[in-house]
DNA sequence: GGATAACCTATTTTT
DNA sequence: TAGGTTATCC
């Protein structure tokens, strides 16, 4: 895109007061916000003064690249940061004024898992009808609703009676070993800033123009922070589009696009519609499709690509046949197209097992995306919670994780012990260790083991508290404590020890990267904190780098704000997509919008999949077309049988291919 | 303390 | 079907 079209101008020209662009797919909104910052600043607003928000990582470092481009080394003394990242650098200079430690450290899924499972199984709510990962949601989207313990209990449409105790306790325990959870650093910094006027002022001062992407996606907690940090400047400007608020689940209210004008009053609106990624089949399908959704505004995606093709939508016999079918449509678009042009998206991840397996079988390189992340290995976690309990001795949850990681003869008995104590003394694991006369209560193996284990972390205590040689102080200290390579050694008899074992070693890695990327004045609280908030995603990121030519699998979560010149989309059913619970609960406009989301990452083709009988928690059962494809308009859109979808492959191809055959089953075992 | 067996349950997961 | 968690046993 050379120049700026009408819309877009304005909105790069739009510099005071609130303005809410809505940016549709693909309409460029990203080259807005990188010419609207360079245009603020040619405008005389100060670098310093503009703070940009997105939601991750990746579109930070984006959004940074692309303004450096535009302004050169001014750029550097912007902010362009998360959500998290921002409130996190704000309560690190602050939050001792709501009574927590300033070196607080950040509690990640796992840690929330287990840290409310614990509580739960404390109150006796354990078993059936008790789900650890309910009630963490139920938290969380309190939470992010900024509404407290006490707030709950008032709340008729609790799914537990005992919620708020539950959350009551869950947030006491945080507090009591200096955690923060992800939503605690919304609303801390919002009631920071609400409890000490002078300090918001500060930062009232401090940024005088925001800029809020994804703004679909922000939840009242954000948007508080927002209110709060504009002020009576109101300079915000907010870049979304309501239909692809995808969130809802994480607490995204739809509410703070589509009231914006109330919230922030006299703002001016601005509607970007002409899209640069489609064709206009595409585009008109999605338009009439969205449409049928009450809560929205309305938008008109148009472009001047032309029409280009027709959807398709092919019906398979079952899901084996879906993704056999898939797998061959693909391979018959060689070599014209290459690997990774095409993107295979579906509504949940388990549908990607079948895909994955046809996937091997056909020898098509694939990269499946947002499968479980690094950090969520056990050795991983084990060796994250092992430098959390050296930076933050409060760190209970942490302590019991590894204090017997390896065994070390530190049993139930022992903890259980433990655990009286410190409900008497009120005091954390750590400080019971400077007791003689508890550790004497305790059998004599597991006593002296704990009293190395303490030693060895007072030592560790001292080499991490000055800044620098993160990686040589770690490695000495995992290879001093046998830490390490006691985790090897646990591993050692079972076949994925090796692996176990790497990943250990490229947690070390990471270590020592970041010490070097940041010349060895990082402290080992700043590297804790940098993991946690990182989009684990990075890792795919190395990946897709990499893997030079594969297709791509993922769900349509994880597709928003992606494009290929070709998707199809598996699973098209009634009851998988839009999928059944969220129906249940009311949330089909929600499912609408990922459909929605779905088809606009198509460039020039879309194929849609279904399959007429489906294996269902083990059972197969006859399964109907999805209630989204009779939404398409008819005229858009064939209807055909796998078989009608494939080209044929010519006689030469198909000699081609059988000599291929041939040439890999002799070759094969 | 650790291995094994039985048991249960199946959305999405930016930080 | 497959995974994760819990229960049980040695």
Redesign the pocket.
């Known amino acids: 895109m050379s120049e700026l079209n009408p819309q877009q101008q304005l909105a790069v020209d739009t510099l005071t007061g609130p303005l809410l662009l809505l940016a549709g797919a693909g309409t460029g909104k990203t080259t807005v916000i990188v010419h609207r910052i360079a245009n603020l600043v040619r405008h005389g607003i100060r670098p310093e003064a503009i703070l940009a928000v997105t ?4 579109a930070a470092r984006e959004m940074k690249a692309r303004v450096k481009g535009q302004l050169g080394s001014q750029a550097d003394s912007m902010t362009v940061s ?1 959500f ?2 921002f409130c996190a650098s704000v309560l690190r200079r602050h939050i001792h004024q709501l009574g927590y430690s300033r070196s607080f450290s950040i509690a990640s ?1 796992s840690y929330q898992n287990g840290l409310i ?1 614990e509580i739960m199984s404390s109150e006796g709510l ?1 078993g ?1 009808g008790f ?1 650890p990962g309910m009630v963490l949601h139920q938290i969380s989207m309190a939470k992010a609703a900024l509404k407290d313990p006490d707030q709950l209990e008032n709340e008729k449409q609790v799914p537990l009676p005992q919620m708020s105790l539950l959350y009551r306790n869950y947030q006491k325990r945080l507090q009591q070993m200096d955690m923060l959870d ?1 939503d605690d650093m919304l609303m801390l910094t919002v009631r920071l800033w609400q409890q000490y006027p002078e300090i918001l002022a500060h930062y009232q001062k401090q940024y005088s123009h925001l800029m809020i992407d ?1 703004y679909q ?1 922000t939840n009242a907690a954000q948007l508080q922070i927002m209110l709060l940090l504009a002020g009576k400047a109101g300079n915000i400007a907010v870049v979304g589009d309501d239909d692809q608020s995808i ?1 809802g ?2 607490g ?1 209210d739809l509410g703070n696009i589509l009231q914006f004008e109330a919230y922030f009053p006299g703002a001016k609106v601005i509607r970007l519609e002409q899209n640069y990624r489609s064709t206009n089949t595409i585009l008109k399908c999605a338009n009439a499709v969205i449409a049928l959704n009450q809560a929205r505004r309305e938008k008109n995606l148009w472009s001047q690509q032309g029409d280009g093709e027709k959807i398709l939508s092919v019906s398979c016999a079952d899901e084996k046949a879906e993704a056999d079918f898939i797998a061959k449509y693909i391979q018959s678009q060689m070599p014209e197209l290459s690997w990774k042009d095409f993107a295979v998206l579906f509504r ?3 549908q990607a ?1 079948v895909l994955e397996e046809q996937f091997r079988k056909s020898r098509i390189p694939y990269l499946l995306v ?1 499968a479980n992340s690094f950090y969520h290995n056990k050795e991983i976690l084990d060796a994250i919670s092992f430098l959390q309990l050296i930076q933050n001795p409060s760190d209970d949850f942490s302590f019991l994780r590894i204090v ?1 990681v390896p ?1 070390r ?4 008995t022992s903890i259980a012990r433990l655990r009286e104590f410190r409900d008497i003394t009120h005091q954390n694991f750590n400080q019971l260790l400077d007791h003689p006369e508890i550790l004497e209560k305790l059998p004599e193996e597991a006593a002296g083991s704990i009293k190395q284990f303490r030693a060895v972390l007072q030592k560790a205590r001292s080499e991490f508290a000055r800044p620098g040689q993160l990686f040589d102080k770690a490695t000495n200290f995992f290879e001093q404590i046998d830490f390490f390579n006691g985790l090897g050694r646990m591993y050692k ?1 079972r076949e994925d020890a090796l692996r176990r074992r790497d990943n250990l070693m490229e947690f070390l890695n990471s270590l020592a990267d970041f010490d070097e990327e940041h010349r060895n004045h990082k402290t080992l609280q700043e590297f804790l904190e940098a993991i946690s ?1 990182q ?3 990075d890792n795919q990121e190395k990946n897709k780098n990499n893997a030079s030519d594969s297709v791509t699998l993922m ?1 349509v ?2 597709a928003k704000g992606l494009e290929f010149p070709m998707i199809l989309l598996a699973g098209l059913e009634r009851n998988i997509f839009p ?1 059944q ?2 129906v249940e ?1 009311g949330n089909e406009e929600e499912e609408r919008r990922l459909f929605y989301v779905a088809l606009t990452r198509a460039r020039k083709n879309l194929l849609l999949c279904h399959a007429e009988k489906r ?1 269902v ?2 059972q197969v059962s006859v399964v109907r077309p999805s209630k989204f494809l009779s939404e398409i308009p008819e005229e858009y859109i064939e209807f055909c049988k796998p078989a009608d979808a494939i080209k044929p492959l010519s006689k030469e191809e198909s000699h081609q291919s059988l000599q291929e055959l041939i040439k890999e089953l002799s070759s094969d075992e």
């Not at 003869?409 to 139930?412: E, T």
Request: hydrophobic share 20%.
């Open positions: 939601f991750t990582n990746k998360t998290h990242a899924d499972r354990t059936k789900d992800f994804e996606d969130y689940w994480r995204a949940s991840n388990h097992r947002g017997n065994p003869g530190i049993g139930d008899p908030l989009d684990h995603s769900t979560h994880a999928h619970r969220a609960e294996r928690m083990g």
